[in-house]
């Protein structure tokens, strides 16, 4: 199913991402997470792609296939095109059609200095366009709420953001967030830029300390002194530091939903019980 049937104006949809085992672990690990992330009934599942310049992953294609025919949830597979060539995204989109994955994240993914560039794609705009000519694939791109960090400003990045619609994406996800005012500033902008397409919201609950520490100075997240605090008083009580962040996540997804949110993509990090604790605190409001 296209993800572009999930939308429509009254309704919030939840999603889920989840990404592939270690190279080191069986691909079976994530099955029995699935198989518990399936209970919650999420409108879908994205899988991530080769994160850390590593292209070659045929996992993600195994594992959204997976979702898809096997127990029967919309999936959406990450795809990234800095470190690609066009025939080897050919070979790839066939996979996808073979496997019957439909939906595909277009992303550039990060540039690593110590790997030359091929410079077949440079933005993700250039694989969107690329997958539509290609192919039958809904196409979804990512956004940042506050600011991409290559990006000079956020009114730059959204003017970059309209050419990756305008190139076909028809569905946002968002860049992980703490401070819901910066996401609501995003949209604001993003509507006065003209983009229209659904946006979900990209959630993160803090599952542990040093988990988070990485993300954020991966791609640049702030923190708010609220969440600061939290993690601060909690930072020694693992059980804890959880149950606060799983509050935290449920009061961001609260406000998210009152101003009207199309959707909301659950940063899983492949943990089935805090998904399932946001899930059922928010579910009669979607
Ligand atoms: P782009 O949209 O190409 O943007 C990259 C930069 O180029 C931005 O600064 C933008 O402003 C600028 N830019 C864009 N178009 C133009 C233009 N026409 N002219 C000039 N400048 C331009 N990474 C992975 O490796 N695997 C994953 O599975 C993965 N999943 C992700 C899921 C989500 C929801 C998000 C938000 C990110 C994910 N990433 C993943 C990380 C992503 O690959 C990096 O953030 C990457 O640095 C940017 O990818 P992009 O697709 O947003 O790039």
Do not use: W
């Amino acid at each position: 199913m296209k993800l572009s049937s999930l939308f429509n104006s009254d309704k919030t949809i939840l999603s889920f991402e989840v990404f592939p085992p270690k190279k080191t672990s069986p691909i079976e690990t994530v099955y029995s997470t699935l198989a518990e992330l399936k209970e919650l009934n999420p409108a879908f599942i994205s899988v991530t792609y080769g994160a850390g310049g590593n292209a070659a992953d045929t996992t993600t294609c195994d594992i959204a296939a997976y979702i898809q025919r096997e127990l029967g949830i919309p999936s959406a597979a990450h795809l990234t095109c800095v470190y690609s060539t066009k025939e080897g995204v050919l070979t790839q989109l066939q996979q996808f059609k073979e496997r019957g994955v439909e939906n595909i994240l277009a992303l550039r993914g990060d540039v690593n200095p110590e790997i030359p560039r091929l410079h077949e794609f440079e933005y993700a705009s250039d694989l969107t366009k690329f997958i539509k000519e290609n192919g039958d694939f809904h196409v979804s791109g990512a956004c940042y709420p506050e600011c991409h960090l290559e990006a000079s400003s956020l009114a730059e990045d959204i003017k970059h953001l309209k050419i990756k619609v305008e190139a076909g994406a028809e569905h946002l996800m968002s860049q992980l967030f703490f401070d819901n005012n910066t996401f609501h500033r995003f949209r604001e902008m993003a509507d006065i830029a003209g983009i229209n397409v659904p946006i979900e919201a990209g959630i993160m609950p803090v599952v542990n300390k040093k988990q988070i520490e990485r993300m954020v100075s991966m791609c640049g997240a702030s923190l708010p002194s609220k969440f600061a605090k939290m993690m601060q008083r909690y930072e020694h009580n693992p059980e804890a530091l959880r149950d606060a962040g799983i509050a935290y996540a449920v009061d961001q997804i609260v406000d998210l939903i009152s101003n009207g949110v199309d959707g909301i993509h659950l940063y899983t990090m492949n943990n089935p019980y805090v998904a399932r604790k946001i899930s059922e605190a928010v579910r009669s409001l979607l």
